[in-house]
């Protein structure tokens, strides 16, 4: 029977697409196929259902997720009666029902409906679905008194006609009253309350957004300076002097474009990091010579600089009724409003409540919740080295509004700060360091340090005092001194950089013999653990199998139930030579160190993972066919084939992740994608956490 989740409200402006956003997350780390259904829509495509579409990587085809237009909605109602238009509504409803397990419904938004009696539509709407409700109610600049009569309104209204209702939540609160409005709200109901505050952040518009509501001409700026948010608006009109002290962190600048002192002196300002504007729009269709625009580009590059023809006080009427829009087009928005959240609301709780079952496939986006989710429940301190590289600072951004982790960022804090506001991250936030290796407090000691641990390479305390300036060597004794709780690097620098010093300073854990790593390699249907294919080219009997013990540990610290296959290009007995009887041998050493441990070997690779096959060559194994640690012999065909598994079968590798240090270091590949960083520092503090 499908599971439905009907999310509504009582009224516009509520934000409810904070909640949409937070219970889809939750349903997709239960079960791997979800459908979206929008019962009335205004325009197609819609901008919610583009963005989970995108977000969770929907297979559901758009023409089923809406049922009608509000305009057919009214029409239909006013000729046939509200029961023939929710009989249209069901049918059009159980088209996705049948598909997907588990179906969210985005109820309508009260704006502009003419449509009478919506709440009851809505209500009657979820009953039909048989579908559960979670009621929004918008609390935006009210008094707790407010919120608490509201919400508890909003549920007496749905519960009188007969929803079943499993949560009631109050969004856009006012961060002053949420205490005492969620204390007396947890008192008064018969269901879970939750109330989220107002956040600047998801009611202020992007540029792009602006962009697109002036119809500007946008005459300087990158993508990333038309993603930033728009914290506030700063009219030009004043001196110099007096306007730059106006200026604050986030703020679009106004001003006529003839002007050319404040929009000089403003995107100074901005690449000083002092303070960090969003962009500058020029008004009365005036824009400055070609010498004023080329010095701006060079000042500030990718900060957008935009020109409309109306005067100031026009333009100013219509960006103060703008509003922001969470969609496809703003992921940064949709982490924020996750993070929020996931803050606010109880998840295990309330996955209680959706009575989902979790199912046995486990997709690449269901094992990266997982990651998120455990990182975030033992929260540790991870160290970026690469702190003025684009993809480390928008991931950072992730993960402090996901609430992850904190976050040590190395390099001059002044380059730091400039790159971030140059991309529109803040990183004056907390739970977020910046700390420049070449003036911290802590080189001295990491000096006289470094040179104790290397003395009998001849190294002194002035080369160790050169040595330690270095990015990754401080981030190195950062993690060993516990200053941090773990290193992620690699970005830019390569793997010989990234592990090094963690070589030479956090070495080896107790009875590991060598440092190896693996990849998370995500499939459709489940995840598999590869190993090694980054660190030993050529591992000997003995090291290999220290590498399928450690992978098996490490699969078994992520949730994945380890049956060891050590590779090879012969089954069972079926082969010989030097090659096979190494992994002949690295298999009995396993079964002599670890005999609980399921392991076969030697196997080739198809017979580790295709029962069909495993059943004419190993007919009596437990492991093959079931395979979940894949051991390659050497670094040569481990790397080729994570590739080829990538690239052929569409799967999510994430890592690589190493294996048998002191304390995690892990590396990044140098075309890491921003999510890749997200993950591999997800699993540095999940590490970290089991180290403690």
Known sequence: ????????????????????????????????????????????????????????????????????????????????????????????????????????????????????????????????FGASVIPVVGGRDQSADSVVDEVRNAHQAYSGLGCDIIAMIANRVPPQVLEEAATRLRRRLPVPSYVLPDEPALSAPTVAQVVETLHAEVLLGDHGGLSRDVMGFVFGGAMLPTFIRALTPGCMVITPGDRADLIIGSLAAHSAGSPPIAGILLTLDEVPGPEIMALAARLAPGTPVMSVPSGSFPTAAELFALEARLGAATPRKAETALGLFEKHVDGPELTERLSVVRGERVTP?????????????????????????????????????????????????????????????????????????????LRENFAELYARLRAHRGVSYELAYDVVADVSYFGTLMVEQGLADGMVSGAVHSTAATIRPAFEIIKTAPGASIVSSVFFMCLADRVLVYGDCAVNPDPDAEQLADIAIQSAETAAQFGVEPRVAMLSYSTGTS????????????????????????????????????????????????????????????????????????????????????????????????GALVQDIVNTVAITAIQAQGDR
């Open 1 to 128: 029977m499908t599971r439905s989740v009907y999310v509504t409200g009582i009224g516009r402006g509520d934000g409810r697409q904070v909640v949409e956003l937070g219970v889809m997350e939750l349903l997709t780390r239960q079960v791997d196929r979800v459908g979206v259904f929008r019962p009335l829509v205004h325009d197609t495509p819609d901008r919610m259902f583009e963005l989970l579409r995108s977000r969770y990587r929907l297979t559901q085809d758009p023409a089923t997720a809406y049922g009608l237009s509000y305009e057919e909605a009214a029409a239909l109602q006013a000729e046939q009666g509200r029961d023939a238009l929710i009989a249209r509504l069901v049918d059009r409803y159980h088209l996705v029902a049948s598909e997907f397990p588990t179906v969210l419904v985005l109820g309508s938004d009260f704006h502009e409906t003419n449509l009478p009696g919506e709440l009851g539509v809505n209500a009657r709407l979820a009953n039909e």
């Open 365 to 441: 986006m269901m094992f990266e919740h997982e990651l998120i989710e455990r990182a975030r429940s033992g929260r540790r301190r991870v160290v970026l080295p690469e702190g003025t590289e684009e993809r480390i600072l928008h991931a950072a951004e992730v993960l402090l509004r996901r609430d992850v982790c904190d976050i040590v960022l190395l390099g001059d804090e002044d380059a730091i700060r400039k790159r971030a506001g140059e991309l529109g991250v803040n990183v004056d936030v907390p739970g977020c360091t910046l700390t420049d290796p070449q003036t911290s407090p």
């Open 575 to 670: 082969g010989s030579g030097a090659d096979v009887d190494k992994v002949r041998r690295a298999t009995e050493l396993v079964r002599q160190r670890r005999p609980e441990l399921l392991v076969e070997g030697p196997i080739q690779y198809d017979a580790a993972v295709d029962a069909k096959v495993a059943a004419t060559k190993l007919p009596d194994s437990k492991v093959a066919g079931n395979a979940t640690v894949l051991i390659f012999p050497d670094l040569n065909t481990g790397n080729n084939t994570y590739k080829a598994v990538q690239r052929s079968a569409g799967a999510v590798a994430v890592g690589p992740v190493l294996q048998g240090l002191r304390k995690p270091v892990n590396d990044l590949s140098r």
